[in-house]
């Protein structure tokens, strides 16, 4: 197995708040440090920010995944915890060809606004289309650590988490382990959640497995995209 990699890797829309303090500390979990790039202006050709990847490189993993789901009469609801201004939500709701309703999450406002007004065709751009003439897509202001009521229990069928259990985790376990609960307290029995991130199978499977009780935990490897191998952590319900 390769080297640990626990260190979260900072991309370089946060390069500018490097000097106001460690980003191994809890501050990631500071809702101004996530405000403030977010309001930076950006050009209209680059409406969204992601971290690790984008939609195009995970559709592959996703797309059975919801087509699987699409085979029951209900719509598929699928949830971004932590979504920032990622183009992983707008993605799977433009560009999936199976019916889907699409949720993101984020504690910072500013980064809700800006995904609502990217929606709506807002900055100049037209409104965003669905690939799918049912399909639905909202964001919502709401903490990872507690969803409250615009996640219901057992309501999602597909749970996202990029980099949010990785920022999580930097201010301390107990907080990672906390959103991992609520995570699992939103999915339904039959769902799946997928962690996608940088830290070794080592170090996340032994976490996951004491803490899924019940529900199936494998990983895939994904990647490299720029030079760095990913990995998606399945933590899935009996079918």
Not at 51 to 68: A, I, K, T
Request: hydrophobic residues 40%; proline residues 9%.
């Amino acid at each position: 197995m390769a080297a640990l990699r626990q260190t979260l890797r900072v991309p370089p829309l946060l390069a500018s708040v490097r000097a106001s303090g460690s980003l191994a500390t809890s501050c990631l979990a500071d809702r101004c440090l996530w405000d403030r790039p977010r309001a930076q202006p950006r050009p209209a050709s680059v409406p969204t920010f992601d971290w690790f990847f984008g939609y195009e490189e995970v559709q592959g993993l996703l797309l059975p995944l919801l087509q699987e789901e699409g085979r029951v009469t209900y719509l598929p609801r699928v949830l971004d915890v932590g979504c920032g201004t990622s183009g992983l939500c707008t993605g799977l709701y433009t560009q999936s060809p199976h019916p889907v309703d699409v949720l993101g999450v984020d504690f910072s406002p500013v980064a809700v606004a800006h995904m609502n007004s990217l929606l709506e065709g807002g900055q100049g751009l037209m409104p965003l289309s669905p690939g799918h003439p049912a399909s639905r897509l909202h964001f919502r202001e709401a903490n990872a650590l507690n969803l409250g009521p615009e996640a219901p229990s057992g309501s999602f069928q597909l749970l996202l988490d990029k980099g949010t259990w990785d920022a999580v985790a930097q201010g301390g376990l107990p907080g990672a382990h906390q959103m991992l609960l609520e995570c699992l307290r939103v999915l339904s029995p039959q769902g799946t959640l997928i962690q996608f991130s940088d830290e070794d199978p080592d170090v996340r499977l032994p976490c996951l497995e004491q803490a899924c009780h019940g529900r199936t935990v494998t990983v895939q490897e994904l990647g490299p995209f720029g030079g760095i191998t990913y990995f998606a952590y399945l933590v899935q319900g009996t079918h």
